[in-house]
């Protein structure tokens, strides 16, 4: 005798519709660009950032680049931003720098306070480039700021960016708390995980990390689509 056993079709979505609605799965997603707000300055303007420039020194960012100058000892040409960091975690910062007048140094001051260099000084930048300092954060706040040197200077600096990084100074995405990831876009499009390919997804028995396989940039639209774990 043939018994014949009749199953409804399985369909995912709708199941997945169901757990979402029992509570069982939750899906959310989370942003991961770089710290710094308008570190390309492609709103020909200073957003996000405070221009502490003193006496007749400038920052401007009309042309869509920043533009720091400084007259003389007096008159320097400064700008900083705070940002929101992790106390203990360690971060990088990256930018472009160009010297289009005079001989003086272009500084930054990483710090706890506005205008403080408490966590990092960088006085020797002399040449044009690309440049990359890490800093460990010390509390929830830290400020960043850029002075064109002493003694007359006027330095061009762009795409400027912070990201956390991991004890190999590789660029990673914290997931919060509780949360583990399921696809990765950058710029929007869906990207292959895979040491091979474009991420790796690691657990240290407590969080989940993105770690991009190619280091984001100032213009790097990020988003991550997490789960419950």
Known sequence: MTVYIEKPAF??????ASLRNQGGYQE???????????????TNDLTGWTNTSTGTGSADASTGVLLLTTVDDSNAGAIVQELTTVAGAQYVISFEAARSAGSANLLLDVGTSSGGAQILNADAITTDGLYTYTFTAETTSSWI??????????????NISVFEV???????HTMPK???????????????????NDYEVVYDGFDYFVKPTVAPSATTQTCVIGVKA
């Open 11 to 16: 369909n995912l979505r709708e199941e997945l």
């Open 28 to 42: 959310q997603q989370f942003y991961f660009d770089s710290l710094v707000t308008n570190g390309d300055f492609a």
């Open 145 to 158: 700021e850029f002075i064109a040197g002493s003694a007359g200077a006027t330095w061009d600096i762009d």
């Open 166 to 172: 991991d004890a190999n100074d590789d660029v990673i």
């Open 178 to 196: 509780g949360w583990k990831p399921k696809d990765f876009f950058e710029d929007g499009l869906l990207q292959r995980e895979g040491a091979a």
